[in-house]
């Protein structure tokens, strides 16, 4: 999982790493089993 601390390690913390408005809305929801059940990218849903 990626969050503020390595978004910040690689420079992309201005648009990643945390939910505030204006960032890029990636976020992915997993099963209890930790496989991908839902993907957003850019505020939309891929999978």
């Known amino acids: 999982m990626v969050s503020l601390n390595?978004?910040?390690l690689l420079q992309l913390d201005s648009?990643?790493?945390s939910l505030e408005a204006g960032k890029d809305a990636d976020l992915v929801l997993f099963?209890?089993?930790?496989t991908a059940w839902r993907t957003m990218i850019a505020g939309q849903w891929v999978h």
């Open 6 to 8: 390595p978004a910040r």
């Open 15 to 17: 648009r990643k790493g």
């Open 31 to 34: 099963n209890p089993d930790f």
